[in-house]
């Protein structure tokens, strides 16, 4: 059984016991978290397609961690003119632990 849900602007397929990483989720370490955006739920050969969501479906998971990605480093410069310019990001995430698709 798996399913396809939506979270932080994006879309990920999830079973139960996967871990997901996704975009920072509001709570802390062993707070439940449910995905009630689910596009698209299968199990065997019955598969639910939602228009645009599965009706009274939803993922329930645990976030199991809090963290940040590797440093991205953008370099913008004007050639000839002395112009450089270096930023580095790190983008938040959450590690979510799936536990049941209902």
Same mark, same amino acid.
């Given at each position: 059984?798996? @399913? #396809?849900?939506?979270?932080? &602007?994006?879309?990920?397929?999830?079973?139960?016991?996967?871990e997901l990483?996704?975009?920072?989720? =509001?709570?802390?370490? &062993?707070?439940?978290?449910? $995905?009630?955006?689910?596009?698209?739920? @299968?199990d065997g050969?019955? #598969?639910? #397609?939602?228009? =645009?969501?599965?009706?009274?479906?939803?993922?329930?998971? +645990?976030?199991?961690?809090? &963290?940040? &990605?590797?440093?991205?480093?953008? $370099?913008k410069y004007?050639?000839?003119?002395?112009?450089?310019?270096? +930023?580095?990001?790190?983008? @938040? $995430?959450?590690?979510?632990?799936?536990?049941?698709?209902?």
């Amino acid at each position: 059984m798996y @399913a #396809v849900i939506k979270t932080g &602007g994006k879309q990920y397929k999830v079973a139960a016991g996967d871990e997901l990483r996704c975009e920072k989720l =509001p709570g802390a370490v &062993g707070d439940a978290v449910v $995905f009630e955006d689910v596009l698209l739920r @299968a199990d065997g050969d019955s #598969v639910v #397609v939602g228009q =645009p969501v599965v009706e009274n479906a939803k993922v329930i998971g +645990r976030i199991k961690g809090q &963290g940040q &990605g590797k440093k991205i480093l953008v $370099f913008k410069y004007k050639r000839r003119k002395n112009i450089r310019k270096l +930023r580095g990001h790190r983008q @938040a $995430f959450s590690l979510v632990h799936i536990e049941s698709i209902e």
